[in-house]
């Protein structure tokens, strides 16, 4: 979707009727609305607290170099594979959130998380697509960040939004079809972790799959070519080294369980 598609979308203010089932931390969509929003403004500043009981979200294609540095990365099971970055241990639990509402500040900030309030749902039957937000935001207020709207029209801070949820929604999608293509292959294989603390007591995590490295050989050649013009080697290694920072979340689910 073009800037200038998206600008129409927010100027002529179409409706966005709420999808069957929500995405992750959207409880009440609405459309992006000039004639109703035209006087709120957006503050970036308010925290990640919407993200506090995220275990895991899902990450773009172009993420996975960088968030391999800071999480596990995990594919959800079901019919879409979808790339997740791990970030808790314990169900409704995110360890990068703290009291506060910021975020853990030597970690990286997944893009899922950066894009909200703002989401794209598409209409069943029709294949368009529409700007929605949050409703309930809270960095959507009346008197604090940076207006949405000038005179109708929207303001570069929520173009910007917009513009950057739409790279990371395509983002998004070749991610899937990367995870998609993983798990066509046979090299992804459903997992359950266990986890046991010094100071007593455990948790497990299951419904993930993961990528078995031995796995890696049975591809063919032409496969393999395909996946590096696509620019896919990249991201498998990056899943494969990912592994290691299982301990982080371990070290950091162990310090909360003491505090």
Known sequence: MSESTISSAVTEAVPAPPPPAMPLFFNRVVGVNPGVHGTKKLNRDSGYAFSRAAQSVPIGLGEFDVISQHYPIVFATGPVPTPLALLGLGEGSNLFVEPGGQWRADSYVPAYVRAFPFV???EPGTGTVYVGMEADAECVTDDVGAPMFEDGKPTPALTESINFAVAFRDNLNAANAFGKALDAAG????????????????TRIR??????????????DETFIDWRRRGWIGPLYAHLHSSSRWGRLIELAAAGRSA
Do not use: C, N, P, Y
């Open 120 to 122: 794209f749902i598409e």
């Open 187 to 202: 090299l992804l294989q459903e997992e359950e972790a266990t986890v046991s603390f010094s100071a007593g007591g455990g």
């Open 207 to 220: 419904g993930f799959k993961i990528l078995k490295a031995d796995r890696i050989d049975q591809i063919s």
